[in-house]
């Protein structure tokens, strides 16, 4: 129980870290023009083929460093992912979770705040679009880890 309690303690720690060094950088992991497009195919009303290639080009237009982080954490994703029985953190909860983190800064907070609606209806989109590239990772990524 205690050793149970210490690894979850620790896991929100490390979380903790990870989320504020997120924060802490002047841009964005991922940049404006590709959470623009995120949007866009978040408003669809379903997920094509049309859609992973919207992506699959976004995404080779990030600087290499962003795109080696962004594989792997989706990589960490899609294998949280694959245990959402046990975890309760399935795709769409996973992009919850990391969407914010990784496409807003605290200016992007303090601004969108002053319009909830429009956060909410943005975060949304791009929620939608980070749950199918976790369910399609090895289609977006090409299996490549």
Not at 82 to 102: G, H, R, W, Y
Request: glycine share 2%; hydrophobic share 35%.
């Amino acid at each position: 129980m205690a050793e149970q309690y210490l690894q979850n303690n620790l896991s929100c720690k490390y979380t903790s870290f990870i989320k504020k060094w997120f924060y802490s950088l002047n841009e964005t992991l991922i940049p404006k023009s590709v959470i623009n497009k995120c949007i866009l195919v978040g408003e669809k009303p379903s997920w094509d083929d049309g859609c992973v290639t919207i992506i699959k080009q976004s995404i080779s237009e990030f600087p290499s460093e962003n795109i080696f982080l962004i594989q792997r954490l989706f990589y960490l994703c899609k294998k949280i992912n694959e245990k959402s029985n046990i975890n309760k953190m399935d795709a769409f909860n996973l992009a919850v979770v990391l969407s914010p983190t990784i496409c807003f800064t605290k200016d992007d907070y303090n601004f969108t705040m002053k319009d909830p609606n429009k956060m909410v209806k943005l975060t949304n989109s791009i929620n939608k679009v980070f749950s199918e590239i976790i369910k399609n990772y090895d289609t977006i990524f090409d299996n490549h880890y």
